[in-house]
C-alpha cells in the first residue's frame, strides 16, 4: 500500500548532469525513469516537475547580462527539454505519459490545464508539468507548489542530492544536523533553502506536506512511498 495516491513529484535538472557535469546524463535519466515506473506500478498518480539548472538558469543569465524576463524564458525552454527527456525515458520503460506545457508550443507537449492534467492522472498517466508557471520570475520550485495545489496532489516529493533538510548546508557545514520533521513557519523563521518563499509560503497556505529526500540514490522514491523514513517532512 502506497503511502500517498497523488503526488507531485519536484526533480532538480541539475542532478540530470550526473557525473557529466552538464546537459543531460542518459544513465541517471534511466535511473529516474525506473524509480518513477516503481512507483507507477503500485497504482500512485504521479505528476512531475523537472528545473531546467542542468542546461540555463533564468537568474543567474541576467546577472551575465540577459534581459530578465528573456533569461527565464530561456528556463523556462530548458525545463521543456529535460521533460521531453524524461517522457522519452519513461517511454522506453512501458510508462505511458503526457508532456503538458504552461506555454502554448503544440506539437511539443499539450498546453496545460488543471482538468487535463487531472484526467490523465486517473487515467493513469504519468503527468510531466513543463515551462514553470509560464510566467517569468517564478521559479520550478513556485511551478511545483502551483501544480502540486492545482492536481490536488497529496505531497509534493522534492527529490535533491541531499537526503533532506538540515540546520545548515551539510555539504559545507560538517556539524548540520538532520530535520527528521519541521514546520513551514519554522523553515520561514530558520531561512533555510528548502524551496523559493513563495513556494513555500503556497504550500504553506494550501497545506500542502514536502518531503525531502534523496532522489539520486536508486530506490528511494519507493521507500518514500512504502512509508520509510529516509528524508524530511515539512508540514503545516
Excluded at 8 to 25: F, R, V
Aim: glycine share 12%.
Amino acid at each position: 500500500m502506497a503511502k500517498f495516491k497523488r503526488i507531485l513529484l519536484k526533480l532538480s535538472g541539475e542532478s540530470l548532469m550526473g557525473k557529466q557535469g552538464h546537459g543531460i546524463d542518459p544513465e541517471r535519466l534511466a535511473e529516474y525513469a525506473q524509480q518513477i515506473k516503481e512507483v507507477h506500478d503500485m497504482g500512485v498518480q504521479i505528476g512531475i516537475v523537472i528545473g531546467g539548472g542542468n542546461i540555463f538558469r533564468g537568474l543567474s543569465g541576467s546577472q551575465k547580462g540577459f534581459d530578465r524576463v528573456k533569461g527565464d524564458q530561456m528556463g523556462m525552454l530548458a525545463t521543456v527539454i529535460n521533460s521531453l527527456a524524461l517522457s522519452s525515458a519513461l517511454s522506453v520503460v512501458g510508462v505511458k505519459n503526457k508532456v503538458l506545457t504552461a506555454i502554448r508550443m503544440e506539437p511539443i507537449g499539450e498546453f496545460y490545464t488543471k482538468w487535463k492534467a487531472i484526467e490523465a492522472l486517473e487515467a493513469g498517466l504519468v503527468c510531466i508539468f513543463s515551462a514553470g508557471t509560464g510566467s517569468p520570475y517564478f521559479t520550478t520550485d513556485t511551478g511545483s507548489s502551483l501544480r502540486g495545489i492545482e492536481i490536488e496532489a497529496d505531497a509534493m516529493l522534492k527529490g535533491t542530492r541531499v537526503d533532506g533538510i538540515y540546520t545548515a548546508d551539510p555539504e559545507k557545514d560538517p556539524t548540520a544536523t538532520k530535520f527528521h520533521d519541521i514546520t513551514y513557519d519554522e523553515v520561514l523563521e530558520r531561512g533555510l533553502k528548502v524551496m523559493d518563499l513563495s513556494a513555500v509560503v503556497m504550500c504553506n497556505d494550501n497545506h500542502l506536506p514536502i518531503y525531502v529526500f534523496n532522489m539520486d540514490v536508486v530506490g528511494n522514491l519507493k521507500k518514500v512511498m512504502q512509508g520509510e523514513d529516509i528524508g524530511t517532512l515539512v508540514h503545516s
